[in-house]
């Protein structure tokens, strides 16, 4: 598993709550374009991370605890072990080949059409696309839903933040 991060911009305000970014959006595109678009379009989650402030910290009830995710997760996998258990060498859906997606992770229309839309606003790859589907099909199993329902696909497509066109406009 591959985990990373990096600032979102030269001076490093970008998106910030409180302080204002200095660079100019050319800036911030030239940034993020260090980064090739194939290494990104590997990476299955783009997660933006702002600051939050010290009382908002202290103020924030307790979220889903680690605990109770993680029997979110070993559910999740299970589904995934029974729904490749004759498949040779295939444990999750991130695996998936397009055989199996087809089988696996097809939408209904008016998913379809959301991740038709966002391809084309976004201007997203036909990498970018398998790794949404394979991400919505994680998020069905995380909720225990049989079928990827539109609000999957449009969480995942949240995933792609830093897709070309979309980070520093
Ligand atoms: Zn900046």
Redesign the pocket.
């Known amino acids: 598993m591959l985990v990373a991060s990096m600032n979102?911009?030269?001076?490093?305000?970008?998106n910030h709550p409180t302080r204002a970014?200095?660079?100019s959006p050319g800036?911030?595109q030239k940034y993020l374009n260090r980064i090739s678009g194939p290494l990104l379009d590997r990476i299955d989650l783009h997660i933006e991370v702002i600051p939050v402030p010290f009382n908002k910290l202290s103020e924030t009830p307790p979220a889903e605890s680690s605990k109770e995710i993680r029997k979110r997760v070993i559910e999740a996998r299970k589904i995934q072990a029974e729904r490749f258990k004759n498949v040779k060498g295939v444990f999750c859906n991130a695996q998936m080949t397009s055989k199996l997606m087809n089988k696996y992770a097809g939408l209904e229309e008016n998913s379809r059409q959301i991740l038709k839309t966002a391809m084309e606003k976004l201007d997203l790859s036909a990498r970018a696309y398998d790794r949404i589907l394979k991400v919505s099909r994680t998020i069905a199993d995380l909720e225990g839903a049989e079928n990827i329902q539109p609000n999957h696909v449009a969480e995942a497509i949240q995933y792609r933040s830093l897709d070309k066109g979309t980070w520093g406009n």
């Open positions: 979102p911009c030269p001076c490093g305000y970008f970014c200095v660079c800036m911030v």
